[in-house]
């Protein structure tokens, strides 16, 4: 069994070349706590579909394992980043909903503030201290990624 923190991807020369033996690679490390984190279900089942693809390669492979370790490494790697960036899209996303929504709450609220002339600078102001900015620092780190 190999042990390697989450997604060492500097693996030199030929390491493995005198591990017939080697069957399993275990990564440690903070990389379960972010798949886990990952928000769509597809993604996580990918991304554990992928961790645990070397498992089940590993032991057919006859000589030296070492390119096919370093290969699953950066195929797992780059998979990971791919997800990382979309759901930080995401977030982006739902942020600006939110604060779309405290904003519209807010007017809706203040029905009887005038929108035709003049009016924009107190639609402005009410965007500003819809409280927006307290909500999502709030609901932020429940939608972060753990890593």
Same mark, same amino acid.
């Given at each position: ?44 089942? &990918? ?5 645990? $693809?070397?498992? *089940?390669? @590993?032991?057919?492979?006859? !000589? ?49 503030? &005038? ?5 924009? $600078?107190?639609? *402005?102001? @009410?965007?500003?201290?819809? !409280? ?16």
């Amino acid at each position: 069994m190999l042990l390697t923190p989450t997604l060492c991807t500097s693996l030199r020369g030929n390491v493995f070349a005198c591990c017939s033996k080697l069957t399993t690679v275990d990564l440690v490390g903070g990389i379960h706590n972010t798949v886990a984190s990952l928000h769509l279900e597809i993604w996580r089942s &990918e991304m554990t579909d992928e961790i645990n $693809r070397m498992n *089940q390669t @590993l032991p057919t492979i006859t !000589g030296d394992k070492t390119q096919a370790i370093r290969q699953w490494m950066g195929s797992a790697s780059h998979l990971l980043d791919h997800y990382k960036t979309e759901h930080h899209k995401l977030v982006k996303e739902a942020t600006t909903l939110l604060e779309l929504a405290l904003w519209k709450t807010k007017l809706d609220d203040n029905e009887g503030v &005038e929108v035709e002339t003049g009016g924009q $600078r107190e639609r *402005q102001e @009410l965007r500003v201290t819809s !409280g927006a900015n307290i909500v999502i620092n709030s609901v932020l780190p429940f939608l972060q990624l753990m890593e």
